[in-house]
């Protein structure tokens, strides 16, 4: 593994104090720039928002990084953001234009990512580095909510582009050291997205694809968990509420780097945009908890 510069670790040393392993989550992230505009959004975004903020609350210490794996960055290979000062990348239209000059000034770990590249080629994959690349608003709307003071470091790895949920979940398995060394891996999507039935149209399957996803996340055995998941296009309403699954793949690398441990809904809501079922999912046991 690459080393560690002293700084960022002294930094983080009531962090590193304990050498328990950190859970890993699949997050729903709501839409466009919310957190600042929640009062123009349909729906009450009240209950996304208090689960959000819980999930410090629950880690205890700052995580030394977040690695957020968001479905708003597609490579042709697993790609790693390098900047050390990420710029801002505002993947989103017709919102109002100051959303468009949003500032989360976290910082980047070029660090994390040397270990991250160095994880992924170990594990037979070929990873590439973006310097260039900003954080997308599958990144900056739910950590601003987490962390507002912009205080931990983020960085950023891409889905790959041919959706495999097996190269996905082997992804999250390479990447599980991480978990022991501080880094915070957060899978950044929606259980549902099919933006032409985000309305009563979309009751039904979302509720139908989300009950499904809860069990196969919570209820069932971890070799059946992961079975599940690969052949997640066999579930109830699968691509009506994925025609394209980019905001599903994330959680493949969330499962995959606690691949045996246990899921735990986190939060729900079925009335997102008044009638979409959303959730989100923490899997391993928080530092925290007794067991």
């Known amino acids: 593994m690459s080393v560690r510069s002293e700084s960022e670790w002294a930094t983080n040393e009531a962090a590193m104090a304990s050498t328990q392993r950190l859970p890993t989550y699949f997050i729903s992230h709501g839409g466009g720039p919310w957190p600042w505009i929640k009062d123009q959004m349909p729906g009450d975004m009240t209950a996304m ?61 070029p660090e994390v990512a040397a270990d991250v ?101 919570c209820d069932v055995p971890s070799a059946e968990r992961t079975r599940r998941l690969v052949d997640w296009e066999q579930a109830p309403s699968a691509r009506a509420s994925h025609p394209e699954e980019d905001h599903l793949i994330p959680l493949m690398v969330a499962v995959g780097a606690a691949e045996d441990e246990p899921g735990v809904r986190i939060y729900h809501q079925d009335d997102f945009f008044g009638s979409i079922t959303a959730s989100s999912f923490r899997f391993g046991a928080n530092p925290g908890d007794d067991t």
């Open 49 to 109: 928002e208090e689960s959000l903020q819980a999930i410090p609350r629950e880690l205890g210490a700052k995580p030394r990084a977040v690695l957020a794996i968001s479905g708003h960055w597609e490579e042709p290979e697993f790609t790693v953001m390098t900047n050390p000062r990420p710029p801002m990348y505002y993947d989103y239209g017709g919102f109002p234009e100051f959303t468009y000059r949003i500032q989360y000034p976290a910082p980047g770990s």
């Open 117 to 217: 590249g160095e994880l992924l080629t170990k594990a037979g994959f070929e990873a590439r580095f973006d310097r260039e690349r900003g954080f997308d608003h599958g990144v900056f709307a739910p950590l601003y909510v987490m962390y507002p003071a912009a205080d931990v470091p983020i960085l950023q790895l891409s889905i790959r582009k041919d959706y495999d949920p097996e190269a996905h979940l082997a992804v999250g398995r390479a990447l599980a050291p991480l978990r022991e060394q501080g880094v915070l891996i957060a899978g950044s999507g929606f259980n549902y997205h099919n933006l032409r039935s985000f309305g009563p149209g979309g009751a039904h399957p979302s509720h139908a694809f989300d009950a499904w996803l809860t069990e196969t996340l």
